[in-house]
RNA sequence: GGCCCCAUGGUCAAGCGGUUAAGACGGCGCCCUCUCAAGGCGCAAUCACGAGUUCGAUUCUCGUUGGGGUCACCA
């Protein structure tokens, strides 16, 4: 049997990289066995609603490179897709388990349901007292002609316990009385999110039912349903949760459910700061799922090569935090790994800012590969070559190369005339420099230096000499090394 | 609080009765080096605890502790 997993979103306008995960692993379930992938939406949450929402779904999954084969944008043969064009399909089968007994109207207001809450023992949490589940067949023809608004839930098992397969978690076993009388469809004629779900994923065909463990606890009420349907029940994989990390106003460290406080946990957000798509899915397949056989150890890992990969077997079970660092790490691998015109294309926007000529992205590119770990610090890498910062003659001091300000000031006198008169190139620059280094008799570091610290104004460059003096231009680089040379004979004089 | 799940270095994790307990990120050190990176080499750091089972437990069972999840007319 060809199998099928869905991802069904609810609109929200924000996609969680922990949502964004279970949609990858959902695809790459599918295309591991050549299954096919369904993208449904979840709307039946009026109130929640959100313009422009679903279009961050589909950009979100476009750009991660997860593609649906069927979904509302495209259609396929078990549509429609969205929930809140299927309305009229889910009242029929509550009916139906109203009318074999399996559910019943309930008539309680929110108010009754929430005093029922509220008048529970300090500590204990209680559900509903099922006040509804035997009403007399009078009551209800009374209720119902007074036109008192009522919702249909289901008869839960009352005693024993429920047992079901987990594909990564194993056996799990609930006791029945923790099972609700749940509603099936809520008193605007709108079905919950558990109904609608599992009538939506019997009629769509979907084999693989595939979530966060959040729902490993409320699996029963699922299954509970398909029963009363006599419907198959479908495989379920759970996924363990990612988790943030922060420190508390104690010093402890806190770990939980990933969330805002703990920064950028939205796709997007992610985007903005200058990750790359490939490399965000990258990083969040190896968070909570290990390679196996000849994949295992590796950390790099193309789409394609993830779905040949991929196995639930891999799955862990315990929930993994986020960590920023090695998603750092991964961004860097993927910068380094790119062919020139890739890096160039990502950099320009920022060269375009610093109005770098193209004539120096060879350079740049060169420059800078090794040393950023995402695109966006670029400006900050390159923030020399904007303007001249003020900076002291301490500058000229250090120990390693043993520079100082008299042997800078000696070296700039002598350097600063030949580079005036030598071709601008990087063999020639480093030819004049080491040349003068070699008949001085000083080492490289001596001469090199003076040099790139005056003409940089910084300590830090990303790159040596021969390449800050090539970005700057001839004149702008002897400009700057005069500048360097007054201010230590200036100092000198004093 | 009830119920469910989980438990290997700081983090991601391999392991699936007998191992010097992999690997990666991060950290530290050394090398390279005109700075910073990158790269190379190396080091430190883990089986939460207690009982069992067994010739032998990181691995199996139970308990304890810790962590997480869940208990809506939200999804």
């Not at 509603?183 to 979907?206: C, E, Q, R, S, W």
């Not at 001249?388 to 350097?415: C, M, N, R």
Request: proline fraction near 4%.
């Amino acid at each position: 049997m060809k199998i099928r997993t869905r991802f069904a979103p609810s609109p929200t306008g924000f996609m969680h990289v922990g949502n964004l995960r279970t949609a990858l692993y959902e695809y790459l379930t599918a295309k591991h066995e050549g299954g096919t992938f369904v993208l449904r939406i979840e709307d039946t949450d009026r109130e929640r609603y959100v313009e422009g929402a679903t279009d961050v779904i589909y950009n979100t999954l476009k750009t991660a490179g997860i593609t649906h084969d069927e979904g509302p944008d495209i259609g396929g043969d078990y549509g429609p897709y969205v929930q809140s064009e299927r309305l009229s399909l889910y009242r029929p089968y509550a009916e139906q388990l109203v009318n074999e007994g399996k559910a019943y109207r309930c008539f309680c207001s929110k108010e009754r349901l929430e005093s029922l809450r509220a008048s529970a023992p300090e500590g204990t949490v209680v559900g509903y007292d099922r006040h509804c589940r035997d009403l007399s067949e009078e009551e209800i023809k009374k209720n119902l002609e007074e036109g008192i608004p009522y919702v249909i839930r289901q008869k839960a098992p009352l005693t024993g316990e429920s047992k079901y397969h987990d594909m990564v978690y194993g056996d799990i076993v609930i006791p029945n009385e923790e099972l609700d009388d749940q509603i099936l469809i809520k008193a605007d004629g709108f079905p919950t999110y558990n109904f609608a779900n599992v009538i939506d994923d019997h009629t769509m065909g979907i084999t693989h039912v595939i979530r966060g463990s959040e729902y490993l606890s409320s699996t029963p009420k699922y299954n509970a349903l398909y029963e009363a349907f006599g419907w198959d029940i479908p495989t379920y994989i759970h996924l363990p949760l990612i988790m943030g990390k922060t420190v508390d106003e104690n010093g402890e460290t806190v770990v939980s459910k990933l969330s805002k406080r703990h920064g950028s946990t939205g796709f997007n957000d992610l985007i903005n700061e200058g990750f790359l798509p490939e490399a965000i899915i990258n990083y969040i397949a190896l968070l909570g799922w290990a390679p196996a056989g000849e994949y295992e150890n590796r950390e790099i890992f193309s789409m394609d090569e993830l779905i040949k990969a991929f196995d639930i077997g891999g799955i862990s079970k315990s929930p993994s935090v986020f960590d920023y660092d090695k998603l750092e790490w991964v961004n860097a691998e993927y910068i380094k790994n790119m062919d020139s015109d890739t890096f160039n294309s990502h950099a320009a926007p920022y060269y375009d800012e610093l109005g770098i000529d193209s004539a120096h992205y060879a350079l740049l590119e060169e420059m800078l590969k090794p040393r950023i770990t995402r695109f966006t610090q670029i400006p900050e890498k390159l923030s020399f070559l904007k303007e001249l910062a003020s900076y002291d003659i301490e500058l000229f001091t250090h120990k390693k190369s043993k520079s100082s300000a008299e042997s800078s000031t000696a070296i700039l006198t002598d350097v600063i005339p030949m580079l005036e008169n030598v071709s601008w190139d990087r063999e020639s620059i480093m030819n004049v420099l080491t040349g003068y280094a070699e008949a001085k008799e000083y080492k490289n570091a001596l001469v090199m230096w003076p040099v790139r610290v005056a003409a940089a104004g910084v300590a830090v460059t990303p790159g040596g000499c021969a390449e800050v003096l090539i970005l700057l231009g001839r004149d702008e680089s002897v400009r700057r090394l005069k500048i360097g040379l007054s201010k230590l004979t200036n100092k000198e004089t004093n």
